[in-house]
């Protein structure tokens, strides 16, 4: 839907009006070019730069959107500006819900230009294709009679744009030991990640999260070359008073050589149990406590060294 602005069309007439020339030639009407509304057509909606491109996925901050535009009409535009409505789970770069990009410079019929956009995406987004509104405004150029008129309009058009589940940084072989502690007990989780992607990442950090832990503590790890594995490990403690089998979640974010801030991620689990204390073996003393088995100990002693007499006496004294 094209939409052109009344009041640059009026400010055209009166230009002509005033201006010297001729009345036969403005009867004429042949002096200007009729106000054909220029098209525009989405070439192409891509994550990154025209150099580099990388995929999207849900958790992505700071990442680039560049659409292509072809200039499809009969006039050659400039002051172009794009104004991408933006509906969930996208978002400009301090939450709101419209981005703009500009293009300096003139686009003749034919030819192409690009407008980038940057956003962040929700990390509970849904992977999938969607479909985002924009708002192009422009100056149409129309030139006649010695004088160049630039006539104000906008149009609307469709970006299609795709979110992926990829992921540049894998995180792999994961280990809880032990993986049943008691309240307020201590054990390791550890694990490796590999960057494989073709450069590097930079400013990586991986925290741990869990409603069992007292703490949930991070480690800096930094800069991630390609296909380097890259081991991690923490020593935790999970609280008091609780029991059961709770979640833990390993998040690694980092950047890449765009700027752009990407999330990784890794579940685990860890069960937390009351150990019980085992009951007391019987003995052959047939249960009896601590001072029947001395009181036992002792008679034998005496019954050994003194003999049985010496015991019948020392009951009757």
Do not use: C
Not at 131 to 158: F, P
């Amino acid at each position: 839907m094209t939409r052109i602005r009344i009041a640059p069309i009026l400010l055209a007439a009166l230009i002509l009006l005033n201006s010297p020339v001729p009345a036969q030639v403005l009867a004429q009407g042949a002096s200007y070019p009729s106000l054909q509304q220029p098209q525009f057509r989405v070439v192409k909606a891509s994550w990154g730069t025209s150099d580099s491109e990388i995929q999207a996925a849900p958790g992505d901050m700071n990442i680039p959107l560049t659409v292509a535009m072809q200039n499809i009409g009969n006039s050659t535009v400039t002051g172009l500006s794009g104004t991408l409505i933006l509906q969930r789970p996208f978002a400009n770069v301090s939450g709101g819900r419209s981005a703009r990009a500009f293009y300096d410079g003139s686009v003749s019929p034919g030819s192409t230009y690009s407008l980038k956009f940057i956003l962040n995406i929700d990390a509970g987004a849904t992977p999938g294709e969607y479909a985002l509104d924009m708002r192009i405004d422009y100056l149409m150029i129309v030139s006649g009679v010695g004088k160049t008129l630039y006539v104000a309009m906008e149009t609307e058009v469709e970006v299609p744009v795709l979110v992926t589940r990829t992921r540049y940084l894998v995180i792999y072989s994961i280990n809880v030991i032990p993986s049943e502690v008691p309240p307020a007990g201590n054990f390791t989780i550890s694990g490796s990640m590999v960057n494989a992607a073709s450069s590097s990442f930079y400013n990586t950090n991986v925290s741990i999260s869990s409603p069992a832990l007292v703490r949930e503590p991070f480690i800096f790890i930094g800069q991630i070359d390609p296909n380097i594995p890259r081991p991690f490990s923490f020593l935790l403690q999970v609280r008091r008073g609780i029991q059961g089998e709770f979640p833990i979640a390993i998040l690694a974010t980092y950047r890449d050589s765009l700027g752009v801030t990407h999330l990784s991620s890794a579940t685990a689990t860890i069960r937390v149990q009351q150990r019980e204390i085992p009951a007391r073996p019987a003995t052959a003393s047939g249960g009896r406590g601590l001072p029947e088995i001395m009181a036992e100990i002792a008679w034998r002693i005496i019954r050994f060294f003194f003999g049985l007499s010496a015991l019948v006496l020392s009951k009757h004294m």
